[in-house]
Every structure is written in structure tokens, then in C-alpha cells.
């Protein structure tokens, strides 16, 4: 073949492979336009039209939005007035008996009787002795080996297998080998309280201390801190509100645990006062003493706030 021949040919090849590129082009120009023109494409349903989200006539009924300090004191009032009122009236109208539910005069008057003997607070000071000794041997255990599980991935691997299963294993079921272990006596008790909160309060600091940011640790490490200067520095003060936290929860487990504990051979304390008023159907000496327990671990729960906001300004 000629040299003009081959040159008409590969022209016209050209050509045409430039003509088809064309006509893809102008098609796909098509297929979008129409994809505009119907709103999405063909196989797609368009979606539905919603009305806009009217606003909340009050704030207390909207997400995430600050109420008043008055609304927040009503709402706090009506939390405790409803639920005694609904005792007064019970206990007024007779629809239960007075064995099962004695009404507040009863209550107060049974209360009055026990503070005047003096055994309220015997009782009390016993319990809350207790809880100090047998919760506060927990914190001193929890706290730092849940540091050092938040910290090193080498203590969760080595720790959280076992705590995990044996925060699962009930207090109570070490009843009977706490007394052939540690007799009848104040130890069994306090290793009670001890094996009832200590698992728990080590998982929540663990996860308290996980949450650190690692742009903290990062910076730190960057600005020539050691190891222990971080530890010390950063992770114990962002973590410090959080394990207060933690330990005002696992605090009234304490006070939930104090009750089986004083059922082990006990003379005083507020879980013997309610064993003992039991026996003798003395239901408005049990409400009382619930009353108490009840105070006494707000109190608790409030000097413990306290504690965080004092603390841990930067946390608020």
C-alpha cells in the first residue's frame, strides 16, 4: 500500500474514534441532565417531604436544653412530695394495713423512740464504721490497679479477664466461706463490703483513665515529660473527677452490701435493727431505719460532689 494511501486510512481511523467519543459524551450530557431534570436517578423513589421540627413550647420538654434553677428546685421537691404523699394518703385511707405499710406518724414516733435509747446511733455509727472501713479498703485496692489497667494495655490484657468474671460472682455466696475463713467476727464483714464493691470500682476506673485523650499523652511525651511525670501530671488529674464518680456509685452499693454483711452474728448496726424488728413484725422500726440509711448515704453522696467540684473545676 502507498504512503498517501496509509495516511487517508489512519485519518480516517481517527476520525472516527473521535466521533464516537463524541457521541459518549453527548449521552452521558444526557443521562445527567435527565438525572437532574427527575430528581435523582430513575431507580430512585424521591425522598419524602417531612414538616420542619415545630419548637417545644417549654424547655423541660426539649433536648439537651438548660432549665431554670426555679424549675430545677420544684422538680427536685416534687420527686420526694409525690411519693409521700401517695404514702400519707395510703396510709390515711387503710387501703393497706398499717403491719404492711405504717404510715409517717408511726414512722417518725418509731424513730424518735430508738434516737431516745441512744440505739439509732449506735446503730448508725456502727454501719457507717463499716462501709468506711470495708468500701474505703476497696477504693485503696480499685484505684490503682484501675489506673494501671486504664494505662497499660499489658495490665487490662493480664487484669480484666479475671476481674471481669468475678464481678459476676455475688458477695452473699461468700458468706459461708468467710465465716470458716475469717469466723463470726468484724473481718467477714468488712471482706463482704470489700468483695461487693472492690471488682466493679476497678472496671469504672479503668474506663475512666481509657478515656484520656492520647493528644495529652502525645504532647507531653513531645514536651519531654517521663512516664511517671504523665501519669502523675495528666492522667490522674483528667481522670480524678471521673473516679469520683465511680466512687459514688459503687458507695451506695456499699450501703446495699452493709445489710447482708450485719446478718453474719451481729449485736448492732442498722441491717441487725431491721433483722430484729422483723421478728417481731415491727415494720414502722424497719421503715424508720430505712429512713436513716437513706439520709445517711445522701449525706455521703453529697460530700462526695462536693469533693468533685472542688476538685475538678476543669471537668464541669
Given at each position: 500500500m502507498s504512503g498517501p494511501t496509509q495516511r487517508t486510512t489512519s485519518a480516517s481511523t481517527a476520525e472516527a474514534r473521535a466521533a464516537e467519543a463524541q457521541e459518549a459524551e453527548q449521552r452521558l450530557a444526557e443521562q445527567q441532565e435527565a438525572g437532574r431534570a427527575g430528581g435523582g436517578r430513575p431507580d430512585w423513589s424521591p425522598l419524602p417531604r417531612r414538616a420542619g421540627l415545630k419548637p417545644s413550647a417549654s424547655p423541660l420538654f426539649s433536648l439537651r436544653t438548660p432549665i431554670s434553677a426555679a424549675s430545677r428546685w420544684t422538680l427536685a421537691v416534687l420527686s420526694f412530695a409525690i411519693p409521700f404523699i401517695a404514702w400519707v394518703v395510703l396510709g390515711i385511707s387503710g387501703a393497706v394495713d398499717s403491719t404492711f405499710l405504717p404510715s409517717p406518724v408511726a414512722v417518725l414516733k418509731a424513730g424518735v423512740d430508738m434516737a431516745g435509747t441512744g440505739e439509732l446511733f449506735d446503730d448508725l455509727w456502727t454501719t457507717t464504721l463499716r462501709v468506711l472501713e470495708g468500701f474505703g479498703l476497696a477504693v485503696l485496692v480499685s484505684v490503682p490497679l484501675g489506673i494501671l489497667m486504664g494505662s497499660f494495655a499489658a495490665g487490662q490484657a493480664?487484669?480484666?479477664?479475671?476481674?471481669?468474671?468475678?464481678?459476676?460472682?455475688?458477695?452473699?455466696?461468700?458468706?459461708?466461706?468467710?465465716?470458716?475463713?475469717?469466723?463470726?467476727?468484724?473481718?467477714?464483714?468488712?471482706?463482704?463490703?470489700?468483695?461487693?464493691?472492690?471488682?466493679?470500682?476497678?472496671?469504672?476506673?479503668?474506663?475512666?483513665?481509657?478515656?484520656?485523650?492520647?493528644?495529652?499523652?502525645?504532647?507531653?511525651?513531645?514536651?519531654?515529660?517521663?512516664?511517671?511525670?504523665?501519669?502523675?501530671?495528666?492522667?490522674?488529674?483528667?481522670?480524678?473527677?471521673?473516679?469520683?464518680?465511680?466512687?459514688?456509685?459503687?458507695?451506695?452499693?456499699?450501703?446495699?452490701?452493709?445489710?447482708?454483711?450485719?446478718?453474719?452474728?451481729?449485736?448492732?448496726?442498722?441491717?441487725?435493727?431491721?433483722?430484729?424488728?422483723?421478728?417481731?413484725?415491727?415494720?414502722?422500726?424497719?421503715?424508720?431505719?430505712?429512713?436513716?440509711?437513706?439520709?445517711?448515704?445522701?449525706?455521703?453522696?453529697?460530700?462526695?460532689?462536693?469533693?468533685?467540684?472542688?476538685?475538678?473545676?476543669?471537668?464541669?
Open positions: 493480664f487484669f480484666e479477664p479475671l476481674i471481669g468474671l468475678l464481678r459476676y460472682l455475688p458477695a452473699s455466696a461468700f458468706i459461708p466461706l468467710l465465716i470458716i475463713w475469717l469466723g463470726l467476727g468484724e473481718p467477714s464483714k468488712i471482706a463482704i463490703l470489700f468483695i461487693g464493691t472492690v471488682f466493679f470500682n476497678t472496671l469504672m476506673t479503668a474506663d475512666v483513665v481509657r478515656g484520656v485523650p492520647d493528644s495529652l499523652i502525645d504532647v507531653s511525651y513531645t514536651l519531654g515529660a517521663r512516664r511517671g511525670e504523665v501519669l502523675r501530671k495528666i492522667v490522674v488529674p483528667h481522670s480524678l473527677p471521673g473516679m469520683i464518680d465511680a466512687i459514688r456509685v459503687n458507695a451506695a452499693a456499699a450501703w446495699n452490701f452493709v445489710v447482708v454483711a450485719e446478718l453474719i452474728n451481729s449485736s448492732a448496726g442498722l441491717g441487725y435493727r431491721i433483722v430484729r424488728a422483723q421478728r417481731f413484725l415491727q415494720t414502722d422500726k424497719i421503715f424508720a431505719v430505712l429512713v436513716v440509711i437513706g439520709i445517711a448515704g445522701l449525706a455521703i453522696d453529697v460530700l462526695l460532689r462536693l469533693l468533685r467540684t472542688r476538685v475538678g473545676k476543669w471537668a464541669a
